[in-house]
C-alpha cells in the first residue's frame, strides 16, 4: 500500500471529541482539526480511559511543538503559554510548519522501502516470524486461552478493528503494555519473546482539565528546563532512525521525550487492501535492558521498607474513588499506612498547571492491571474546580487532607466492625469474615464521596479562617453516621438471631475507633 492511499493522522477523521455549546463540527478529527480547532472543544471524548490518558501525552506534545513552549531559554515561558491562551487558539502557523514537516511520518500504514508508519517499528516485518494477532492488540478483548472481558471471540475468527480503533490500542499498548511472554523477536540470531511493563502499566494518572481543550492542553505542559532543546529532546517519529533494540531505552532529556519516547513495546501493524481496517499485528518487546521512568502526571509513594526507601506509582484500583487522592495531589502528606513511613510526591505538573489559571478540575485516568491481566479502565473528574488549592493556601490543603482523613477513618472503622461481628457470629471462622464487607463498601463509599464534595465546596479561599474553612466536628459527625448506617443495613441479616445480634452490638463499638482496626488488603 502506498502511503499516499493510506491513512494519515493529521488528516483523518480518528480521535472522538465533545464539542463546546454553540460550536459544531464532526463527531470525530484529525490531529491537524484538533489543533486548530482545540479552543472550541469541551474535551476529548475517548471512551477509554487508559487511551485518554496516552492520547493526552502525544497531544502536550504536539501542543509544546506547535506553540515553541518546548523550549524555555529565556525564563518567559509562563508569560509566552498565558499569552498563547490570551490569544484564544494555538498558533496557526506553527501548525502549519509542523504538519509540513513531519507529515510523511504520521501514516499509520507505510510499507515502503523506507517504510516509517507512526509509532510502529516496521523492522519487525522480518524480526518476528509470527503475528500476535488483532484479539492481542485490542486489549479488550481476550486472547489465547484468557477469559473474556467485554465480549467474546475467538482467535480463530477474530474481528478486524477499524483503522482509527486500532490507533487508540496502539497507544494504549505504548503506555500499558503488560509484561511476560510475547510474540518473539530476533535479534542477532537470538529468539526473545520477554518484554517488560508498559511505563504507565497499572497507574492512574492526573490531568488538569480546563473549559475547553485549549485550556486543558496548555494546563497540561510541563515546563522544559532552560537547557533543554528541541534537537535533543526528540519524539519518536521525528528520529532519523529508529532506536537499537539491543541498547539501552533512550533517556528523555525533556518533555516532548517523557511525553512520547518512553514506551517498552514495539508494534506493527497489517492493514487490509483498502487501509481502513487493521487485519492483524506483530506486538512485542522494544529494548531488553530497563529504562527510567519518572512521568510527571502520577502521585508517587515513598516508602520505607526495611529501612529502604521503595519509589512507586501509586496505582490505579478500580475501588478507589477519586477524591481519596486529592490532597496527595495538593502535595499533603498522608497518614501513615500500613505501619510504613509513607510520603508522597504529587505530579510535578500541577506546580505550573494553577499557574495558567485556578479554574480547574482534576481528571483521573488509568487501567486497573496486574501482572498477568486488565481488570478495569479507570476514570474520574472532580467535580469542582481545585486550582485554587495551591501552596498560597495553605490551610484549605490542611483542611481537604483532614477531611479525606476522616472519610477513609470511618470507611475503614466500617470494614473493621463489620468482619468482627462476622467473625463473632460464625466463632470466628476467618474464611468467611469479609463475607458482608462488599456490600457495607457499596453503601459507605459513594455517600462518603458526595459528602467530601460537598464540604470541599464550603472551604475557605480567603485565608481567614485558620482551620481552612473545615467545620472538624460537625464533618467527623456526618462521616460516622454514614458508616453507622452502612453499618446496620450490612449486618441487618445477623441481627435476626439472638447470637447475631449479640455479635453485631458487640462489634459496632468498633466504628468509634480513632485508628484503623484492620490491616488493608
Not at 484468557?146 to 499498548?173: E, K
Not at 521498607?305 to 499533603?332: C, F, M, N, Q, Y
Request: proline share 8%; hydrophobic share 35%.
Amino acid at each position: 500500500m502506498e502511503p499516499s492511499q493510506a491513512m494519515n493522522l493529521f488528516d483523518e477523521p480518528w480521535i472522538p471529541v465533545r464539542w463546546l455549546p454553540g460550536q459544531g463540527g464532526p463527531d470525530s478529527v484529525g490531529l491537524r482539526g484538533l489543533l486548530e480547532r482545540c479552543q472550541d472543544v469541551e474535551a476529548l471524548d475517548v471512551p477509554l480511559a487508559a487511551a485518554h490518558s496516552a492520547l493526552l501525552r502525544v497531544l502536550y506534545a504536539l501542543t509544546a511543538r506547535v506553540t515553541e513552549l518546548d523550549e524555555d531559554p529565556d525564563t518567559e515561558w509562563p508569560r509566552r503559554r498565558a499569552k498563547i491562551l490570551k490569544s484564544r487558539a494555538l498558533p496557526q502557523d506553527g501548525i502549519e510548519k509542523y504538519v509540513s514537516r513531519w507529515h510523511h511520518r504520521f501514516f499509520l500504514f507505510d510499507d515502503g522501502a523506507a517504510g516509517r508508519p507512526w509509532m510502529q517499528d516496521p523492522r519487525l516485518a522480518d524480526e518476528c516470524t509470527d503475528s500476535s494477532g488483532v484479539n492481542k492488540l485490542v486489549m479488550t478483548r481476550p486472547s489465547g486461552n484468557n477469559h473474556s472481558w467485554f465480549g467474546h471471540v475467538r482467535d480463530s475468527a477474530p474481528h478486524s478493528p477499524s483503522a482509527d480503533a486500532a490507533v487508540l490500542y496502539l497507544l494504549m499498548w505504548h503506555y500499558y503494555g503488560a509484561p511476560g511472554k510475547c510474540t518473539a523477536r530476533v535479534l542477532h540470531g537470538e529468539r526473545i519473546s520477554e518484554a517488560r511493563s508498559g511505563p504507565l502499566h497499572g497507574s492512574l494518572s492526573y490531568h488538569p482539565e480546563g473549559e475547553s481543550l485549549l485550556v486543558t492542553l496548555l494546563a497540561g505542559l510541563v515546563r522544559p528546563r532552560a537547557e533543554v532543546r528541541r534537537e535533543e529532546d526528540l519524539c519518536p517519529w521525528e528520529r532519523d532512525e529508529p532506536t537499537d533494540p539491543a541498547g539501552a531505552p533512550p533517556v528523555p532529556v525533556g518533555p516532548c521525550g517523557w511525553w512520547t519516547d518512553i514506551s517498552r513495546h514495539a508494534l506493527l501493524l497489517q492493514p487490509d487492501a483498502r487501509g481502513e481496517h487493521v487485519t492483524d499485528a506483530r506486538i512485542t518487546w522494544a529494548y531488553r535492558l530497563p529504562g527510567v521512568s519518572n512521568d510527571p502526571y502520577l502521585i508517587w509513594e515513598h516508602r520505607l521498607v526495611k529501612k529502604e526507601t521503595i519509589r512507586s506509582a501509586r496505582p490505579a484500583k478500580a475501588s478507589r474513588a477519586l477524591w481519596r487522592d486529592l490532597d496527595g495531589l495538593l502535595g499533603h502528606q498522608p497518614p501513615e499506612a500500613d505501619g510504613e513511613a509513607t510520603t508522597v510526591e504529587r505530579p510535578v505538573l500541577f506546580s505550573t498547571a494553577v499557574k495558567l489559571t485556578d479554574q480547574l478540575r482534576i481528571r483521573a485516568l488509568g487501567l486497573d492491571q496486574n501482572k498477568s491481566k486488565n481488570i478495569q479502565f479507570v476514570s474520574g473528574l472532580t467535580p469542582a474546580t481545585v486550582g485554587h488549592l495551591t501552596d498560597e493556601i495553605p490551610e484549605a490543603r490542611v483542611a481537604v487532607g483532614r477531611l479525606r482523613r476522616l472519610g477513609e477513618r470511618y470507611g475503614e472503622n466500617l470494614v473493621g466492625a463489620v468482619r468482627r461481628a462476622w467473625e463473632l457470629y460464625t466463632g470466628g471462622d476467618p474464611k468467611q469474615a469479609g463475607r458482608l464487607v462488599p456490600q457495607a463498601e457499596a453503601l459507605y463509599w459513594p455517600a462518603a464521596e458526595r459528602e467530601f464534595w460537598a464540604r470541599f465546596d464550603r472551604l475557605d479561599r480567603t485565608r481567614e479562617d485558620p482551620d481552612g474553612g473545615l467545620d472538624i466536628g460537625a464533618a467527623r459527625d456526618a462521616f460516622l453516621r454514614l458508616a453507622r448506617d452502612a453499618y446496620e443495613h450490612a449486618t441487618e441479616p445477623l441481627t435476626r438471631t439472638v447470637r447475631g445480634n449479640q455479635a453485631v452490638i458487640e462489634a459496632r463499638g468498633l466504628l468509634w475507633a480513632t485508628r484503623p482496626v484492620h490491616k488493608k488488603k
